[in-house]
Structures are given as C-alpha cells and as structure tokens.
C-alpha cells in the first residue's frame, strides 16, 4: 500500500497545492475567531454537532477553490454539493472543522482538512491545526511534511513500546460495544491508548511519528481523505481492519507505521472473532 502510494503518471499542478494552503491557513483564521465564543449549535444527530463556525469556514473554503477551479467537484461534511455533476475528474473533500465537539468544548484539540482527488484517488491532503499552528501537507509521490519538514513515522515494531489512539464515531454507535472491547484489548497490550476526537489530526499526528498506529470504523471521506495519504506518504500503511485495501467511503480505518501493521490486524481479527463467536 505505502509503495502504491508513490505512483503518479505525472507531477501534479503546483497550484493545487498553493491553494489548499491558502485555503487551510484561511480556514484556521476563521476557526481562532469563533474559538471559545458564543456559538449558535445545532444537532445533526443526538450527539453530532454543527456549528456557524463549520458552515462559515466550509463556505469560505469552497468559495476559494471555486475562484481558482470553477469546473471542480466539491465535497463539504456540512452538504455544500454541486447542482449539478460536472463530470470533472477532480472532486476536492473536505472538513471545515474535524473535531467539532472538541471546538464547542474550548479544547484545542481541531483542525480543518482539505484533499483533492483525482479520477478517484486522493493525490494532494492538507491538514492546518490553528492553535499549535502546524500546517500538515502531503502529495503522492512527493513525501509528507510538517510546517515544511519531512515526516516520518516511527520504526517502532513492539506493540507493548506503541501508543496508539482511536475514535468513537457517534453514528456507530450501535458498534460501541465492539469498539469498546477492541479498546480494551489494546489497553492490555499496548504502552497507551489516546482518544483526542480529531480523526484527521490523528492521522496527521500517525504520520509525524507521534503515535505508532490509529483505528476507526464508521468515519466519512472528509475526516479521512487527506490524513491517510499523509501516513502513506511518511511511509506508513493504510488498510481496513482486515488488512484490504482501504476505501476512504469504506467502514474501517487502519492507519499505522508498517511495522506494526501485522499486529494490528491479528488483534482487531482475534477480538472480533470472539464477539461473534466464530472462532
């Protein structure tokens, strides 16, 4: 998967990149001057929030790109969809605010995401953390960086030497219990488990080798896009639980350093099995 993620016919526009950038950095202004204000909150589910925040900066990004790329397919998480199906090969994805909850909370803990996909494979991914100010980018076949450094993820192959971090998706929340025991197992083996409630963040974070590995199941292309090709391009690897080739509109999320990729999937295997059992 990590070797796949080095094939690309062709270099890619420069300004494909310079206006993600631009449009990252911008959104991460906006999110600082709703941060830790009055907000207006609405319910997208029992627990899942959106706020005027998400639907400003999502309309301000899509604003942006649309100035530049008039003909490109647009995919927000706050329902900004083209009228109409251009039939264009390039569809940008994107997270106005990955880890709204964390946002309504006052923790900074946040981030907008923004990838471009082409002819249906993600090719470019930012991801801009506006407290800590750090600017995550990666194309494929050109490495991934942070604030302009290269990043790499670690090398580290025990699982009891790993921290690890997950999410618990409020739509699957029908699956809390077999997230729960998964936890739990990794609890057990690992050094740590965090949870910081930023899926893309996390990603981001796999790949700059500040955790060994991430899962999740039930997230959407938006939270997912950009920080799985991240990981790849740091020279980690991207699956489903089962180790498959992963799908960003898919169910489950595997993200980690390569060497304790294995691992990873026998023991998401084993836990599963024996919730079911079929072993």
Request: proline content about 4%.
């Amino acid at each position: 998967m990590a070797n796949e993620s080095r094939e690309r016919a062709r270099p890619l526009d420069p300004r494909y990149l310079a206006v993600a950038v631009e449009a990252a950095l911008a959104a991460g202004c906006l999110q600082l001057q709703y941060f830790r204000r009055d907000l207006q909150i609405q319910k997208k589910g029992v627990i899942d929030l959106v706020t005027e925040a998400d639907l400003a900066v999502e309309k301000d990004i899509r604003a942006r790109i649309e100035r530049h790329f008039p003909s490109h397919l647009f995919l927000g998480e706050e329902g900004a969809q083209p009228a109409t199906d251009s039939g264009s090969p390039f569809r940008w994805i994107v997270d106005p605010i990955d880890g709204t909850t964390n946002f309504v909370h006052g923790l900074p803990l946040f981030c907008v995401s923004i990838a471009l996909q082409i002819e249906g494979r993600v090719e470019l991914g930012v991801v801009y953390s506006p407290v800590a100010d750090e600017l995550f980018t990666a194309e494929r076949g050109e490495g991934a960086r942070l604030n302009g450094a290269r990043m790499r993820v670690t090398r580290e192959a025990s699982m009891i030497d790993a921290l690890l971090v997950t999410g618990f998706p409020p739509q699957a929340s029908h699956k809390h219990g077999e997230q729960v025991a998964i936890f739990a197992e990794f609890l057990s083996r690992a050094r740590a488990v965090r949870r910081l409630g930023s899926a893309a963040l996390d990603l981001a974070y796999v790949a700059a080798g500040r955790f060994d590995a991430f899962w999740e199941r039930s997230l959407h292309a938006w939270d997912v896009a950009a920080g799985t090709l991240m990981v790849e391009e740091a020279g980690g690897k991207v699956t489903s639980f089962g180790g498959d080739s992963f799908d960003p509109f898919g169910d489950q999320l595997l993200a980690s350093n390569g060497a304790l990729h294995s691992q990873l999937v026998d023991i998401l295997g084993d836990v599963r099995r024996r919730l079911t059992g079929s072993e």
